[in-house]
């Protein structure tokens, strides 16, 4: 008979457990695996603010795919007009382009999410029936919008018998109205498909895009309607007749109403995903 004795047994059954949390022990720097998506505080609303996060991030990702499929189709085209001419963009007017849309593609990145989680959840990727319906309608509007400036272009001013494509750049009307056109669609293309609510701020809470969109749009008007002949010239650009100022002036409201309502009908009808039902 062999007596175990208490103490001894207490003794190592504390060593076995101190080996234990040593082995559990988080250790300085194992913390960098799991740290984002640890939080301070220990209720949950830690999870709701990773969601919030993450849709804000999808709606942008998949609302900048849309835009810049737009914009490559408009671009696209609008070369394709100047080229047919024998036309094409100054160094001053692509830069002034770039400059007046890099804006926009900066501050439409920098949108945050709301405080409030939405009850409805995004598309979790662009093949989808509203995305690529929009795509399609906006750009058929697009494509009208600038077919029918252009044939009021040559209207005026006939196209040339003999094209040459090496020859030195020198404005016309065609490649006046063609960069006009050409930067309001693109920027018709972030109003509209800037998403807001209810996943991010609306573009009116998006100070920094509000102001540039705007800014761009007041100098369009600008040059539009030669209100600063000293600009426009500077940037190779012609005044228009008084008739086609109207009529550009009025076919881009309307190609930005029309596309504007057909992506809010849209977006009402599928623009939201679906809860799949669990089995």
């Not at 309001?184 to 609510?197: D, E, M």
Request: proline share 4%.
């Amino acid at each position: 008979y062999i007596h175990k004795h208490p103490r001894k047994e207490a003794v190592v059954s504390t060593q076995s457990t101190g080996e234990l949390q040593e082995d559990t022990m988080v250790k300085l720097g194992d913390a960098s695996i799991a740290s984002p998506f640890t939080s301070k505080y220990s209720s949950v609303k830690c999870v709701c603010s990773i969601i919030r996060q993450g849709r804000c991030t999808l709606v942008t990702t998949l609302q900048m795919f849309k835009i810049l499929a737009l914009n490559a189709l408009i671009i696209a085209y609008c070369q394709s007009a100047l080229y047919l001419d024998g036309v094409k963009f100054s160094d001053g007017q692509a830069t002034l382009q770039g400059l007046l849309l890099a804006g926009c593609f900066l501050f439409i990145s920098r949108s945050k999410p709301l405080d409030k989680l939405s009850k409805t959840r995004p598309h979790a990727n662009i093949f989808n029936l509203y995305t690529i319906s929009t795509v399609l309608l906006q750009f058929a509007v697009h494509l009208y919008t600038i077919i029918r400036l252009v044939d009021a272009v040559h209207a005026i001013e006939p196209r040339k018998a003999s094209i040459d494509l090496d020859a030195e750049f020198s404005p016309t009307l065609l490649n006046t109205i063609v960069y006009i056109v050409s930067v309001t669609l693109q920027l018709n293309t972030f109003i509209i498909n800037y998403r807001g609510h209810p996943y991010m701020e609306s573009l009116r809470e998006n100070k920094p895009l509000c102001y540039s969109a705007i800014f761009t749009a007041v100098f369009m008007t600008i040059l539009t309607f030669g209100l600063m002949p000293d600009v426009s010239s500077e940037f190779s650009l012609l005044i228009p007749p008084d008739h086609l100022k109207q009529e550009v002036f009025t076919t881009l409201l309307l190609d930005t109403g029309l596309n504007l309502v057909f992506d809010r009908v849209l977006l009402w009808l599928c623009g939201d995903a679906k809860l799949k039902p669990i089995n």
